[in-house]
């Protein structure tokens, strides 16, 4: 169960943090170079709103994943770094919860309506925080793996 529940956990944990990769660092500037303002925020609102059920399911399955992990070995007993995991894990699904139920509502809003100015902000702060998740997903992998190396 232990091996079922990890498989579950990284797999999560790739499309989340691989699939924000590619949206920020592969599909955003190509998208950017080839597409004006109304064409790029229309395909955005379609591939993001795909991307981010599919973030949401990852969400559900890294937290139950890790938490029943946990629970399993006890949470007084965890190492120190599953917490920090965690904690970095929560910080992550609270800006991707911000990103879902506050920019990208005022993102879909904008292109129904074509006001692209109120479109592309929200696209904007939507880009930023997802920066902000690599980064905090970046040093979960690292607190992941090398924290792993401290542990006896």
Not at 19 to 29: A, N
């Amino acid at each position: 169960m232990n091996t079922v529940l990890l498989f579950l956990h990284l797999a999560g944990v790739i499309v989340w943090v691989g699939g924000m990769f590619f949206v920020h660092f592969c599909l955003r500037p190509v998208v950017t170079e080839q597409l004006p303002p109304p064409q790029r925020l229309l395909l955005m609102v379609a591939v993001l709103g795909r991307f981010f059920a599919a973030v949401g399911l990852a969400v559900v399955t890294i937290v139950f994943s890790g938490f029943v992990r946990m629970g399993a070995l006890g949470f007084a007993h965890a190492p120190v770094h599953w917490h920090v995991m965690a904690l970095l894990g929560s910080v992550m699904a609270l800006v991707f919860a911000v990103i879902y139920f506050v920019f990208f509502p005022q993102m879909k809003a904008g292109v129904a309506a074509q006001t692209w100015p109120v479109a592309g902000a929200a696209m904007n702060r939507i880009r930023h925080l997802v920066v902000v998740n690599l980064l905090l997903g970046g040093l979960t992998v690292a607190v992941a793996t090398l924290g792993a190396c401290f542990v006896r």
